[in-house]
């Protein structure tokens, strides 16, 4: 019996995993050849999708990317041996893109099945939570304080700090909720945890709940992720069937109880106020802060919220020690970060890499340039409401504090790129499209500013292609007075952050917005 | 539209199974569109009795998540990423080109009833872009506007 892994991640699925796994099977029959095929997680390299491996006594051995009309040949050249083959790519973890990285939380993505408890705690899975369970609540706060785990999710807050606040906050009931309402377009590294190793993401909330004195979860789940959906709930299921879940578990006096719910397509879920509405079955509107949702979160609960990667993080730090992972890292970012380079990229994926990589990097000897080949013009980093970034300023390392000292951000890692048939005015008014599309609603500066955003946007680039220069410079004029009020005035980071892409662009391509050279100084200032 | 028996039987269903959950409008929601396609607006006062809410509390949520429908769709739902990531390789020209292909406009469901085109904000495929997904369910990468032809025609031609 001959072991073969094709993704079940819904990247892989969207280029055709299922069609080469079912060809495999029907294959393996004709041919009386012992087949076992795995369902596992996206390796992340996903120019290669679909990404097949055989285990054979050697290791390892990788094909890719297969298309339904490569499976006979393959059989052919006896890749259940790992036969030669133009597809070959020898053993993965030797691909220069995955040998370069520094897999922690992404260790199992890609070689394990999911959704199987046997194969996670074969490789290094729950024992985090055996350590834990013989650890003071206090000393595992301590252990994630002193590992320097900041949020993953963008805000970049110090996980430890916000769990010790639940666990010194006394009530009767206390949740932990993991958003998992990955909005942002170019990320989609929580999307991989959830397929590709959902028992990560289960044990480091299970983990928070011992922490802090929390015996119920939540995961909120975004609805455009039917496959994570179906992933996380099988782990869930299995890691109930084991005890790792439910009344005590494994055997301990702590009781963790945890359910998926899934959103319906609103982006300011992702904002945790806005999903603790939403969890409560409300519409996603931004509460106002204080009360901390660590102290009030849901149901009026002192709550734990994190992104899937901070949690899926905690695992590896509580098995390895806090020193472990702290010493991944540069200034104040600690550890690892899991980057996905998207859009116009040639080799899209994801990228586990300590902070202190440069975009340079990440852009170029990772990612192998844009996909159609025209030279790079512009990134932007951290979704929808993160700034767009320069060629000039691609030495700039994946650290919080450097970010933010450029008035970009880091945000959840995702990075999209864009070629130079880009045009940032464009790009300007759709970030502010966006905002108005999403805004939740409840205060005036994000609510009407992105719609008058939108309106001015619209008068820039007509006056552009007018040929109207002093319009051009008035308009946005106009347009940098709107986003100061609503980067001073907004509840949230929604309305908060949307001005950062429009002044970014403004600042960094002032031609694309049709100033004459004399504005061009004052623009950017 | 679907007539009263038929509907409420589906709410009723629903809610006896689902309405002790915490905050369980969401679920109740989700559960009761993916059996009838759609929230029929006579079966709100339904649902806010049975969960002690008001009116007004459970159509402001159906209105304000952009998944709730208060009428059905065509037979396919079909979900054009219209993203950056997307945008960075041609999905605005992908959302119109299956707009000319259909003759619709976008949140617009063809004129066989076969097929509604529905703008999306991400679907986490974005080292695949451009990306696009049919039912809630099926994922496509790379999409180019001669593959989108394809799936459009095979729903258009699937009952």
Same mark, same amino acid.
């Given at each position: ?525 | ?44 006062? #339904?649902? %806010? =009795? &049975? !969960? ?7 159509? /402001? $949520? ?26 960075? #390789?041609? %999905? =605005? &020209? !992908? ?7 259909? /003759? $619709? ?26 990306? #696009? ?27």
């Amino acid at each position: 019996m001959t072991r073969v892994y094709v993704p079940r991640d819904a990247g892989a699925l969207s280029v055709g995993a299922d069609g080469v796994a079912r060809g495999i099977a029907a294959e393996a029959v004709l041919r009386g050849s012992q087949v076992e095929i795995v369902r596992n997680g996206s390796r992340g390299l996903y120019w290669l999708e679909p990404f097949v491996e055989v285990d054979t006594p050697a290791g390892r051995v990788a094909y890719g990317p297969v298309g339904q009309g490569d499976i006979a040949s393959l059989f052919q050249a006896d890749f259940l041996n790992g036969g030669g083959h133009p597809l070959s790519l020898g053993k993965p973890e030797e691909i220069p893109y995955l040998a370069r990285q520094e897999r922690l939380t992404f260790a199992r993505v890609g070689i394990t099945d999911p959704v199987s408890v046997e194969d996670y705690e074969a490789n290094d899975g729950y024992r985090g939570l055996r350590r834990a369970l013989e650890m003071t609540p206090a000393a595992i706060v301590e252990a994630v304080t002193q590992s320097g785990l900041r949020g993953r999710g963008g805000a970049a807050f110090p996980t430890g700090i916000k769990w010790k606040t639940v666990l010194n906050t006394p009530a009767g009931q206390k949740y932990v909720v993991c958003n998992a309402d990955e909005g942002d377009s170019g990320t989609f590294s929580d999307r991989m945890v959830m397929e590709g190793d959902p028992l990560v993401l289960v044990e480091g909330m299970t983990i928070a709940g011992i922490a802090t004195g929390a015996n119920r979860g939540y995961i909120y789940l975004r609805s455009e992720y039917p496959h994570a959906l179906r992933a996380l709930n099988e782990a869930i299921a299995a890691a109930y069937a084991r005890g790792f879940l439910g009344a005590s578990v494994l055997g301990s006096a702590y009781a963790f109880d945890l359910e998926v719910r899934v959103g319906a397509g609103a982006y300011i879920c992702g904002e945790e106020t806005a999903m603790l509405e939403s969890l409560e079955g409300k519409r996603g509107m931004v509460r106002f802060k204080p009360p901390l949702p660590a102290i009030s979160g849901l149901f009026g609960q002192p709550t734990v919220i994190n992104n899937v990667i901070s949690f899926a993080s905690v695992p590896i730090i509580l098995d390895r020690g806090a020193e472990y992972y702290r010493d991944y890292g540069m200034g104040r970012s600690r550890g690892t970060l899991p980057i996905q380079l998207a859009g116009n990229i040639k080799h899209g994926g994801l990228v586990e890499k300590a902070f202190g990589v440069t975009l340079k990097e990440l852009l170029y000897d990772f990612g192998g340039g844009s996909r159609s080949g025209r030279p790079i013009r512009a990134v932007q980093v951290g979704g929808p409401l993160g700034a767009f970034i320069p060629q000039s300023q691609f030495d700039l390392p994946l650290d919080y504090e450097a970010f933010a000292a450029t008035n970009a951000m880091v945000g959840h890692g995702g990075i999209v790129v864009f070629d130079d048939t880009v045009d940032m005015a464009v790009m300007a008014r759709y970030a502010m499209e966006f905002c108005a599309i999403e805004s939740c609603g409840k205060c005036t500066p994000c609510r009407i500013g992105s719609i008058r955003g939108v309106e001015v946007m619209d008068r820039v680039i007509a006056a552009r292609e007018a040929r109207d220069p002093a319009e051009a410079a008035a308009s946005t004029a106009l347009l940098k007075d709107l986003c100061d009020t609503m980067l001073a005035g907004s509840l949230c980071a929604l309305g908060g952050m949307a001005p950062y892409p429009v002044l970014s662009a403004i600042q960094h391509f002032p031609v694309d917005f049709g100033l004459p050279a004399a504005e061009l100084a004052t623009a950017a200032g | 539209m679907i007539d009263r028996a038929a509907w409420l039987d589906t709410v009723n269903r629903v809610l006896g199974r689902l309405k002790t959950m915490p905050g369980g409008l969401l679920p109740v929601l989700h559960a009761i569109q993916e059996d009838l396609g759609y929230i029929p607006p006579e079966s709100v006062p #339904v649902i %806010a =009795e &049975a !969960l002690n809410l008001s009116r007004a509390e459970v159509h /402001g $949520v159906i209105s304000f998540y952009h998944d709730f429908r208060s009428e059905p769709a065509g037979r396919h739902i079909v979900h054009v990423c219209r993203a950056e990531s997307c945008q960075s #390789v041609g %999905a =605005e &020209a !992908l959302l119109a080109h299956a707009c000319d292909h259909l /003759g $619709v406009e976008v949140h617009g469901t063809s004129a066989d009833g076969a097929v509604t085109l529905e703008p999306v904000y991400c679907l986490g495929n974005c080292a695949l872009s451009p990306a #696009v997904m049919v039912d809630h369910r099926d994922l496509y990468g790379r999409v180019t506007a001669d593959h989108l032809d394809v799936v459009l025609d095979s729903l258009r031609s699937s009952r």
